[in-house]
């Protein structure tokens, strides 16, 4: 629904994911969250055909206390605030009720979810389409 993963013309480009009209919509949305909320950075996603990883960073050093912004949001204020927004423009919910959330809290735990996501594209092509 959200796209689908491209293998690439050779082997020096990595497989992605050529988003649909919906996947384009989420990024959209996805890519706005740093300006909706000034204490969060996203730092990495990937948009799968049926899924997201988003790799947020929380830091209300960023935040700049005189704006109108929302400075202090919950993940759980975020990832709904993002399935809404979506799910407004489309004009239907394609979304679970839940989602998975990890704490990270080390650079080697950073490093690890940084490269999971990057690399899912690709073990998307090598499991035939089974979550990652």
Same mark, same amino acid.
């Given at each position: 629904? #959200? @796209? $689908?993963?491209?293998? @690439?013309?050779?082997?020096?480009?990595?497989?992605?994911? %050529?988003?649909?009209? %919906?996947?384009?919509?989420?990024? !959209? /949305?996805?890519?706005?969250?740093?300006?909706? &909320?000034?204490? %969060?950075?996203?730092?990495? &996603?990937? %948009?799968?055909?049926?899924?997201?990883?988003?790799?947020? #960073?929380?830091?209300?050093?960023?935040?700049?206390?005189?704006?109108?912004?929302?400075?202090?949001?919950?993940?759980?204020?975020?990832?709904? $605030?993002? *399935?809404?927004?979506?799910? *407004?423009?489309?004009?239907? $919910?394609? +979304?679970?009720? $839940? /989602?998975?959330?990890?704490?990270?809290?080390?650079?080697?735990?950073?490093?690890?979810? +940084?490269? &999971?996501?990057?690399?899912?594209? /690709? !073990? +998307?092509?090598?499991? !035939? @389409?089974?979550? /990652?």
């Amino acid at each position: 629904m #959200l @796209g $689908s993963v491209d293998v @690439g013309r050779d082997a020096h480009i990595p497989p992605q994911t %050529i988003l649909s009209q %919906i996947g384009r919509v989420a990024e !959209k /949305y996805i890519l706005n969250i740093e300006k909706a &909320y000034e204490s %969060i950075k996203v730092e990495n &996603y990937v %948009i799968m055909p049926n899924h997201i990883h988003l790799l947020l #960073l929380f830091d209300s050093s960023l935040c700049d206390d005189g704006g109108m912004k929302a400075s202090r949001p919950t993940l759980h204020t975020v990832v709904r $605030s993002l *399935k809404t927004m979506v799910t *407004k423009e489309i004009g239907q $919910s394609i +979304w679970q009720d $839940s /989602y998975f959330d990890r704490v990270i809290d080390s650079v080697e735990g950073y490093e690890e979810v +940084w490269e &999971y996501i990057e690399e899912n594209p /690709y !073990k +998307w092509l090598l499991n !035939k @389409g089974e979550d /990652y």
